[in-house]
């Protein structure tokens, strides 16, 4: 398997713009995380999904964050307008419910808003 | 909500010293604790898990342990690396077991 494979790897955009992140979880897994990753907050669970829907979206910052997964191999995290201060590291994460608990995590998705 | 604290914050040992990492989580409910190490660039990997029914877990020169009464658990690296060089993460889960709740980090640095 490929791993959880997330797209864009780097993506640049100004205030305002909407912006699309995408992930792809390893196949059979039926657990979809969303974190965001920054210096002066860490890790911080955004939005997770179980058979591809949504569980728990308490970490989503604001109504300009939304979440979808259309099907089990595709899940977006859109942010619409984009402010400067959404600038983190995303990532995505699967897991399965047999064995190991553990997660996944993509190589995310670095977003800079100037 | 759970909580959880890591200490240090950085660390540097020499190659073949042994590293230690220390976590408290808040949630006495709390069953399940994996282990990330995440390199520069890179997503965290898991490296280690323990549940609640063990006290102690090794995996070559990596072992952890827990202690449900006073709510820590920890890290030990033996016989470390220039590799293992990056940042560990300690994490939590409530029961349910479907989300973890991480730790802030500790930045390994194994100094050749």
């Known amino acids: 398997d490929a791993g959880v494979i997330q797209s864009p790897r780097h993506e640049v955009t100004e205030m305002g713009q909407e912006v699309t992140l995408r992930c792809k979880p390893i196949?059979?897994?039926?657990?979809l995380f969303w974190y965001r990753q920054t210096m002066m907050r860490g890790l911080e669970l955004l939005i997770y999904f179980n058979n591809n829907v949504p569980i728990d979206d308490s970490g989503m910052p604001e109504d300009r964050f939304s979440a979808k997964m259309p099907n089990a191999s595709f899940s977006t995290l859109k942010i619409q307008p984009s402010e400067p201060r959404d600038s983190a590291v995303y990532f995505c994460?699967?897991?399965?419910?047999?064995?190991?608990?553990?997660?996944?995590f993509g190589s995310g998705t670095r977003l800079t808003v100037v | 909500g759970e909580n959880v604290e890591q200490h240090p914050s950085t660390l540097s040992v020499q190659e073949g010293d042994s590293a230690v990492i220390k976590c408290t989580y808040s949630d006495s409910a709390s069953n399940y604790f994996p282990w990330y190490k995440q390199e520069l660039g890179k997503g965290p990997q898991l490296i280690i898990d323990?549940?609640?029914?063990?006290g102690e877990k090794k995996d070559q020169r990596i072992a952890v342990t827990l202690n449900k009464t006073a709510k820590h658990f920890s890290l030990h690296i033996t016989e470390t690396q220039p590799e293992d060089s990056a940042v560990y993460f300690c994490?939590?889960?409530?029961?349910?077991?479907?989300?973890?709740?991480f730790g802030p980090g500790t930045s390994l640095s194994v100094i050749p």
């Open positions: 994490a939590a889960t409530p029961t349910s077991y479907d989300k973890v709740i």
């Open positions: 323990i549940r609640s029914n063990v």
């Open positions: 994460a699967s897991r399965g419910t047999g064995g190991s608990y553990g997660y996944t």
């Open positions: 196949s059979g897994h039926d657990y």
